[in-house]
C-alpha cells in the first residue's frame, strides 16, 4: 500500500511514466496570470481526461459541487513541457483548474476557457529538490480545499 504523503495545496505535481517529478507553484503561476493576463484560448475538452481525473484523485466531489453554483469560471493553465506527441503537437500538463475541467466536462461543453503556457512564462514557477513522489502516493494523497 503506498504510503500518504501530504503535499502543500498550492503544489501541483506531476509524476511522469518514468517516475520523474515535475512541481509547479500553481498559485503563483495563477496570480502571475492574474496580473500578465497572459493570452486565453479556447481549448477542446476531452471526456476521458476528466474521467481520468476521478481516477486519479485529481478531482473533489465536494469541490465540484461548489464550483457548479458559479455560472463563469476562471480560465484553467495548460503548460507545454517542452515534448511532442505522437500527432506532432506539444504535449501539455494541466497545473491549475482540474475541477474546473471536471466541471465543464460534466455540463458537455465543447470547450473550455484556458491559458497554453510557453516554458519560458511557467517554468520559473518550478520548484525544484522536494521530496519525490512516486504515481501511487500522489494519487493517496488527500485533496486540499483552495480559496478560488
Known amino acids: 500500500m503506498p ?51 476521478v481516477h486519479d484523485n485529481s478531482v473533489s466531489q465536494k469541490r465540484v459541487k461548489e464550483l457548479s453554483k458559479r455560472k463563469d469560471l476562471d480560465p484553467i493553465i495548460m503548460v507545454k513541457d517542452g515534448t511532442f506527441g505522437d500527432n506532432g503537437g506539444p504535449n501539455v500538463l494541466l497545473v491549475d483548474g482540474h475541477h474546473r475541467y471536471f466541471l465543464a466536462a460534466c455540463r458537455k461543453q465543447a470547450v473550455i476557457e484556458g491559458h497554453v503556457l510557453e516554458e519560458a512564462q511557467w517554468r520559473p514557477f518550478q520548484l525544484h529538490d522536494l521530496p519525490k513522489v512516486t504515481k501511487e502516493e500522489l494519487i493517496a494523497t488527500p485533496i486540499t480545499k483552495r480559496n478560488y
Request: proline share 6%; glycine share 2%.
Open 3 to 53: 504510503k500518504i504523503v501530504v503535499l502543500p495545496s498550492q503544489l501541483y505535481t506531476f509524476v511522469d511514466n518514468d517516475g520523474n517529478n515535475i512541481h509547479v507553484n500553481a498559485i503563483a503561476l495563477r496570480e502571475w496570470c492574474i496580473k500578465n493576463k497572459p493570452e486565453i484560448f479556447w481549448i477542446p475538452m476531452k471526456y476521458e481526461v476528466a474521467v481520468q481525473m
